[in-house]
T-cell receptor
């Protein structure tokens, strides 16, 4: 079974530019989650998509946005990049369905390392 | 505020030792708790998931316990090996947060040969 795949593995941008990060979930998983792991700040929840809809959003500004496609893959877009956006961005997937939607473990990809200079 | 705390932040042990990692959380209204492992520069690997109705889960040398009433979970690693060296993260899913998880800061474990 192929795991969660993220691309690119590394991304270097300058302040003010836009970054697009991509994620393909495990086959059969309908939910995709995005987390930011900045140095010294731990894992912070960004966004949760399920069946193409945004279900929940973390405490991040609107310049962080995303979408989920019909094949359940997802994009995270970060506009007007700032230096503090430099971080490892992790995508995870799970199955959010009956009978136990709350008990499918999250499976993470290896992340995209975004560096803003 | 819903928070997750992990103690200690770092732990160094000799190979073969049994060890316990601690996780505490505010608000006992959880639906599950998960333990993850993260190797440097990598993503997270799911180790164990404990549902709110369960008291413990076991996988190989790993055993995780859950005490909702006291807001605590422990991850027990038996007969530690150098390959167990990694950061271990505890994550809680609260009933009010849907599928969103809140992570602790992690415990960085080093097992010395």
């Amino acid at each position: 079974e192929a795991g969660v795949t993220q691309s690119p593995t590394h991304l270097i941008k300058t302040r003010g530019q836009q970054a697009t990060l991509r994620c393909s979930p495990i086959s059969g998983h309908t939910s995709v989650y995005w987390y930011q792991q900045a140095l010294g700040l731990g894992l912070q929840f960004l966004l949760w998509y399920d069946e193409g809809e945004e279900r929940n959003r973390g405490n991040f500004p609107p310049r962080f946005s995303g979408r989920q496609f019909p094949n359940y893959s997802s994009e995270l877009n970060v506009n007007a990049l700032e230096l503090e956006d430099s971080a490892l961005y992790l995508c995870a997937s799970s199955y959010w369905g009956s009978p136990l939607p709350y008990n499918s473990p999250l499976h993470f990809g290896n992340g995209t390392r975004l560096t803003v200079t | 505020k819903q928070e997750v705390t992990q103690i200690p932040a770092a732990l160094s042990v000799p190979e073969g030792e049994n060890l316990v990692l601690n996780c505490s959380f505010t608000d006992s209204a959880i639906y599950n708790l998960q333990w993850f492992r993260q190797d440097p520069g990598k993503g997270l690997t799911s180790l164990l998931l404990i549902q709110s109705s369960q008291r413990e889960q076991t996988s190989g040398r790993l055993n995780a316990s859950l005490d909702k009433s006291s807001g605590r979970s422990t991850l027990y690693i038996a007969a530690s090996q150098p390959g167990d060296s990694a950061t271990y993260l505890c994550a809680v899913g609260w009933e009010t947060s849907g599928s969103r998880l809140t992570f602790g800061e992690g415990t960085q474990l080093t097992v010395n040969p």
